[in-house]
């Protein structure tokens, strides 16, 4: 069973740090480019940040840039979002997703969410 868990959402004050994880199973994590998007209410789903199947090539939202490193572990099947620096405006519930494209088909799976709330 494919599973995507989500772990380390929580209250923070800001300017705090959390640490987000995203524990694969069911497939081959390795071939998978992973992302994390969020959510906030009354807003459209956003992505935060993608790395490439082997860990390169990360890209974040501008609104997180300098903030957040996302970075994986193919050994550990887990990718992480390190977040620095919490505002209020990063209160969202935050979702893993993993990504993967051969031939025609497409592969997609994404986790149950986490939630992080900023906030004094």
């Known amino acids: 069973q494919v599973q995507l868990v989500e772990s380390g959402g929580g209250l923070v004050q800001p300017g705090g740090s959390l640490r987000l994880s995203c524990a694969a199973s069911?497939?081959?994590?390795?071939?998978?480019?992973m992302t994390w998007y969020r959510q906030a209410p009354g807003k459209e789903r956003e992505l935060v940040a993608s790395i490439t199947r082997a860990g390169g090539s990360p890209h974040y939202a501008d609104s997180v840039k300098g903030r957040f490193t996302i970075s994986r572990d193919n050994e550990k099947n887990t990718v992480y979002l390190q977040m620095n620096s919490l505002k209020p405006e990063d209160t969202a519930i935050y979702y893993c997703?993993?990504?993967?494209?051969?031939?025609?088909?497409?592969?997609?799976?994404w986790g149950q969410g986490t939630q992080v709330t900023v906030s004094s």
């Open positions: 069911g497939f081959t994590f390795s071939r998978y480019a």
């Open positions: 997703n993993a990504v993967r494209g051969e031939g025609s088909r497409l592969y997609d799976y």
